[in-house]
């Protein structure tokens, strides 16, 4: 055992029970909470404490204010100036609450909680009253957050932009009405996936989709070297009028599950059994001899499920122009269904939203906490890297 764990020990067995050490924690609190606020006002008088008092303002002495904190509810000393000019940027005037409460509501809330769901949380852990006024003030200050967020600039080139949308019940004029939240997720030249924006609209279509892609234009990306998509109407062809010269790829696995709604159940084991020889083929033109097998033994019966692989081909089969390890990043829209999933979890306990803005910050909040761990560059992106680089010599610079 090392001296600073022996010293570590020591100080924890000071405290005979967790109470002890959660009010020494809070009394530590409150001690620094005052230390900065003095600091502060230094900084606002422009001398020390006890330095000679020029004779412009001067301190005044203390109020006493009382705080809300992760450690509970504590009464500090606010030093005061004699013009009333000083406002401490850690506890402003008017506010009682401490930043990293704050910073847990929005966490909780994050994660699905409701506003009378937080308020009985925080008196139960923190044993004191925050108001469900108070919550929604606080959760409401993210809306800001939004605005920053949404309106960033971009950078000038994503390698692919996996793009999707995800469907939420809303209320409008006295009714629920199904609205859809719009994502697009870019992987950069990083090799780091990024989510570049949400936007909220009626039910998916390719007219929206053309002024989300405007708007990621506008925003400064210039070119986007693959999409993924599903396989929505005359999506395509929206991508195209933006970023013309984008490979568009559309979700093999969005494509199995649309032909497989046309087939029966007890035809499905083996039908699905023959299509994977399409997806799973080593070239472009074995997949298509294997479709032409599907055709053949399943065409007459199921003509509708080889219909939808034919109209669809040239996009379904984009991946087979590029490497293996480029192959697995974007024949399918995994990803960003997987981060839908996650959203999914953190709004389930919200059946229907009350408003758009309601929505959004719900959304927003769940996006920041799935993507938390976004920090590093994706499998093998060394060598998917080199691949890019040779692929889109002139289009990538690094």
């Not at 994050?110 to 919550?135: L, P, W």
Request: hydrophobic share 40%.
């Amino acid at each position: 055992m090392d001296k600073e764990q022996m010293l570590s020990d020591a100080f924890l067995k000071q405290f005979k029970t967790g109470e002890e050490l959660n009010s020494f924690l809070a009394e530590l609190q409150k001690r620094g909470i005052e230390k900065i606020l003095e600091g502060e006002l230094d900084a606002h008088l422009g001398y020390d404490k006890h330095e000679k008092m020029p004779d412009s303002n001067s301190r005044n002495g203390y109020s006493k204010k009382k705080i809300k904190t992760s450690y509970g509810e504590s009464q500090i000393q606010v030093p005061r100036d004699r013009d009333a000019s000083f406002n401490p940027m850690l506890i402003p005037k008017r506010q009682s609450m401490v930043d990293g409460l704050e910073n847990v509501i929005v966490s909780l809330y994050a994660k699905g909680m409701s506003v009378s769901d937080i308020e009985e949380q925080i008196r139960e852990v923190y044993n004191f009253q925050v108001s469900t006024a108070t919550i929604s003030r606080i959760t409401d200050a993210v809306a800001s957050d939004i605005i920053a967020w949404q309106n960033r600039p971009l950078e000038s080139v994503y390698l692919v932009v996996w793009m999707d949308g995800i469907v939420f019940k809303v209320r409008e004029n006295s009714k629920v009405v199904n609205k859809t939240i719009y994502l697009a997720v870019g992987l950069n030249r990083d090799g780091r996936k990024e989510v570049l924006g949400m936007w909220l609209g009626r039910n998916e279509s390719a007219s929206f989709w053309l002024g989300v892609l405007t708007d990621l234009k506008a925003r400064g990306v210039e070119d986007i070297l693959i999409t993924a998509t599903d396989n929505l109407n005359g999506f395509t062809e929206t991508i195209k009028q933006v970023f013309p010269e984008s490979n568009t790829q559309i979700c093999v696995v969005h494509q199995i599950r649309n032909s497989s709604r046309y087939v029966v159940w007890k035809d499905k084991k083996a039908f699905t059994r023959d299509m994977k020889q399409i997806y799973d083929a080593p070239t472009k033109e074995a997949a298509r001899a294997a479709l032409e097998d599907l055709a053949n033994i399943w065409g007459r019966k199921y003509p509708y499920a080889i219909k939808s692989w034919e109209d669809n081909w040239e996009e379904l089969t984009v991946f087979f122009g590029f490497p293996l390890e480029i192959r697995k990043i974007i024949y399918t829209t995994n990803l960003i269904e997987n981060l839908n999933g996650k959203i999914r979890k953190y709004t389930k306990n919200k059946l229907s939203f009350p408003t758009d803005e309601a929505l959004l910050k719900s959304v927003f909040l769940a996006l920041r906490e799935a993507t938390k761990k976004w920090k590093m560059p994706i499998h093998n992106w060394g060598l998917i890297l080199n691949q890019f680089l040779t692929i889109f010599e002139k289009r990538v610079q690094l």
